[in-house]
């Protein structure tokens, strides 16, 4: 049975294993790159769950993970920065549409609301549909687009 927990030390490099797919599933997306580069700025390729929570860990983040019968299927995370909730979720290809990226929004959406924050963003990309359908499915609404040149 499926399940949703806060993260442990010891899921570190499952959870950097499900970050590198992630990454590898954003980088051919339109607006992947700019995605990974914001998140994984100087980070370390190899152990990405561990150089992302190095970058947020003055926003005292929350991380969750989906797990069955002990093997971790998901993780998402939620910090605040500025007014502002900000969440990031990922659930492996294999276990999608099983309702564990809501279970998982769910925990996270209720960690920022136990610290009073009114409004929350989400990081997906243009290219990522699935993931923005599940936003807006739980209200979410796109405010921002992002432009970019490299020069």
């Known amino acids: 049975m499926s399940s949703i927990r806060p993260w442990l030390v ?68 939620a910090w605040v920065q500025g007014q502002n909730g900000w969440i990031a979720l990922y659930v492996a290809p294999g276990s999608r549409r099983s309702g564990l990226g809501s279970a998982l929004l769910s925990e996270s959406l209720g960690a920022l609301q136990s610290l009073g924050i009114r409004q929350v963003d989400a990081y997906t990309t243009p290219g990522d549909r699935a993931l923005k359908n599940l936003f807006e499915q739980r209200g979410f609404k796109a405010r921002l687009l992002t432009m970019t040149v490299s020069l």
Do not use: H, Y
């Open 10 to 77: 010891s899921d570190t490099e499952t959870l950097d294993g499900l970050l590198r797919n992630c990454l590898d599933e954003l980088r051919p997306m339109r607006g992947g790159a700019a995605l990974i580069d914001t998140w994984m700025k100087d980070g370390d390729q190899a152990a990405p769950f561990s150089s992302l929570c190095r970058l947020i860990e003055p926003l005292n983040p929350s991380f969750f993970v989906a797990s069955d019968d002990g093997d971790v299927l998901g993780w998402s995370g």
